[in-house]
């Protein structure tokens, strides 16, 4: 009988997710035994987060939703995204960050190069999308720069942070927006909000109160399944609202005649 045997990678490996109709999201695939382990070390992380810092990042993405809303009806939050935040998180400046054991630990998991086609590249950033914890590490060092410069500019109010998300006071915005960028990150200016009726957040739309969200389309449905992902984004766009929903169902209901029958 074969025996097999795990192989070493000698990085992680590049690859491309749709974003949106014109761009595409770059990720890595991380060396399996490693990505365990690094999801390990996001589920503590998760965990801690929501003990020292009130983070829920189990149910952080419906709180931002709402929080989105109330801010765009009553102008109190603004609402800021940030532009390839996991590519900008320098080696260095997150190896000065973090406390030495957290260091050593989070260090000795990540990926030191990505395989880009036939090149072997060094990397510079600290983590990728596709690591197991990225996502908790950068909330977590977002959200405490934004304690951190809440704490300086005497500024009251509630920090919310999920993922490279954030909800803070109105008030807070323009200098958290200039403390990011001295760290190495810029806002997403398309998709980040201080002032007017409209706010966005996890995937939620409002604009004085009202969802105004709409199906995003990354690519052309070509399989069933993207028939039906498509028609379940275009029912979750409706929601509960029937005046929304009675203008969404032709197109729904055209969006359903692309599946088989037996479907």
């Not at 000795?108 to 990225?134: D, I, P, Q, V």
Request: glycine share 6%.
């Amino acid at each position: 009988q074969r025996r097999l045997y795990p192989t070493v990678a000698t990085g992680n490996q590049y690859f491309t997710v749709p974003k949106n109709g014109l761009t595409d999201r770059s990720c890595c695939q991380e060396a399996v035994v490693n990505l365990a382990y690094q999801l390990a070390a996001g589920q503590v992380i998760r965990r801690r987060a929501l003990k020292t810092l009130n983070i829920d990042l189990n149910h952080g993405a419906a709180l931002h939703q709402e929080l989105a809303r109330a801010g765009s009806l009553y102008g109190h939050v603004a609402t800021l995204d940030l532009s390839s935040a996991s590519d900008r998180w320098a080696r260095e400046l997150v190896r000065y960050l973090l406390p030495s054991d957290w260091r050593v630990l989070l260090d000795s998991l990540r990926a030191t190069h990505t395989l880009f086609g036939a090149r072997r590249l060094y990397l510079e950033k600290f983590s990728s999308m596709g690591n197991g914890f990225t996502f908790e590490l950068e909330t977590v060092l977002f959200a405490t720069l934004a304690l951190v410069v809440q704490e300086e500019e005497l500024i009251a109010g509630e920090i919310h942070c999920y993922g490279d998300d954030l909800i803070v006071p109105v008030a807070l915005g323009i200098p958290l927006a200039a403390a990011l960028a001295q760290v190495g990150h810029s806002l997403n200016l398309e998709k980040s909000f201080l002032e007017g009726p409209f706010r966005e957040s996890c995937g939620g739309d409002y604009h004085s109160g009202v969802a105004v969200s709409t199906a995003k389309l990354e690519s052309l449905p070509e399989e069933p399944r993207d028939w039906m992902s498509l028609a379940n984004n275009l029912r979750r766009v409706a929601g509960n609202c029937a005046r929304r929903w009675a203008l969404i169902k032709p197109v729904w209901d055209q969006v359903l005649a692309f599946l088989p029958n037996q479907i």
